[in-house]
């Protein structure tokens, strides 16, 4: 069974702090990296894509990726109350763009004003 | 980024009617399009995926005969909910991908159903 796992939460990161929100997924063959963020009652919304080692960076999000260790992780940089929301990470879990992507149960993050 | 567009955004039914939900990728053609639904605090599970012209593929433990899916055109798929039952009260939510993309999904506002 191919599985992506997170920290279920909730993260309570001050506001203005950097919030860290880690996934790690079995499938060793997949390729392309997402972090989507989930307001309570609304569909999910892409924050960032990553497949390649190392760290990408827009704006306040930096997403970082392990394929030796099979571990994706998302950087919050001053942490609004806004940010405060679940955060999905997801993995393509092929070869192919239009392979299936599987989500994680996600992590709730709270940012205290 | 794209935009996907489901209706209805919330819909309350008595139990053993059909439901009818649709989606609809705006500015783009979606030849596949994915169902997801979402009880409350748990994660997105796939049910199916859609494909233009051709029937859908069903994930496990997804009963095809009362989660009838439709995708006529490029940019409309449905999602129906036959002879719904309180169990089936659920966030159902649809995606697309753009061609020649990463990969990523985009999804649509989601419709929240409720059985009574």
């Known amino acids: 069974q191919k599985e992506v796992e997170q920290n279920s939460g909730p993260l309570s990161v001050p506001e203005g702090a950097i919030a860290s929100l880690n996934c790690t997924y079995s499938?060793?063959?997949?390729?392309?990296f997402f972090w989507y963020r989930q307001y309570s009652g609304k569909s999910p919304e892409l924050i960032m894509f990553?497949?390649?080692?190392g760290d990408k960076e827009d704006g306040r999000f930096t997403a970082q990726l392990n394929k030796a260790s099979q571990y994706v992780s998302l950087l919050i940089r001053d942490s609004q109350p806004s940010d405060s929301a679940t955060y999905l990470c997801?993995?393509?879990?092929?070869?192919?763009?239009?392979?299936?992507?599987?989500f994680g149960k996600g992590t709730r993050l709270h940012i205290l004003p | 980024g794209a935009v996907v567009s489901q209706h209805p955004s919330w819909v309350i039914c008595k139990s053993g009617t059909s439901v009818k939900i649709e989606c609809r990728s705006l500015d783009f053609q979606a030849t596949t399009m994915f169902w997801y639904r979402q009880f409350p605090k748990q994660s997105l599970m796939l049910m199916a995926t859609?494909?233009?012209?051709?029937?859908?593929?069903?994930e496990q433990g997804v009963e095809k005969d009362k989660f009838l899916i439709n995708h006529a055109s490029l940019t409309l798929s449905t999602l129906t909910v036959t002879s719904a039952h309180p169990e089936d009260s659920s966030f159902y939510i649809c995606?697309?991908?753009?061609?020649?993309?990463?990969?990523?999904?985009?999804f649509g506002e989601g419709s929240r159903l409720t059985v009574l």
């Open positions: 990553i497949y390649s080692n």
């Open positions: 499938d060793r063959g997949s390729q392309s």
């Open positions: 997801a993995v393509n879990q092929g070869r192919n763009r239009d392979d299936k992507i599987i």
């Open positions: 859609s494909n233009e012209g051709s029937k859908a593929t069903y």
């Open positions: 995606s697309a991908r753009v061609s020649g993309s990463i990969g990523e999904l985009f």
